[in-house]
Nanobody
Framework: QVQLVESGGGLVQPGGSLRLSCAASGFTFSSYAMSWYRQSPGKERELVAAIGRSGGGTNYADSVKGRFTISRDNAKNTVYLQMDSLKPEDTAVYRC???????????WGQGTQVTVSS
């Protein structure tokens, strides 16, 4: 059974930090590129950050460059999103995504809410 379980969301003040985690199970984690997406009410889903299978090949949305860092630990089947200098516009549900470019399997987590507010 494939599972992606996000954690680490919550309420934080502007300028604060959060670290999201996404624990994977039920598939060969190291064979999948991993990404974080976010969506807030009334807005389209946005790709926030992505990372290659071995940890290289990272890329970020312009809106989060220099503030967010994606990483992964293949030994723990987990991908992380370190979010610093958070802004109110970062408020959204954050979901992790796993994609295998060879068999085109795509998996999604259920999401974790991040709210940036004073």
């Amino acid at each position: 059974q494939v599972q992606l379980v996000e954690s680490g969301g919550g309420l934080v003040q502007p300028g604060g930090s959060l670290r999201l985690s996404c624990a994977a199970s039920g598939f060969t984690f190291s064979s999948y590129a991993m990404s974080w997406y976010r969506q807030s009410p009334g807005k389209e889903r946005e790709l926030v950050a992505a990372i290659g299978r071995s940890g290289g090949g990272t890329n970020y949305a312009d809106s989060v460059k220099g503030r967010f860092t994606i990483s992964r630990d293949n030994a723990k089947n987990t991908v992380y999103l370190q979010m610093d200098s958070l802004k109110p516009e970062d408020t959204a549900v954050y979901r992790c995504n796993a994609k295998n470019i060879w068999n085109m399997n795509v998996y999604w987590g259920q999401g974790t809410q991040v709210t940036v507010s004073s």
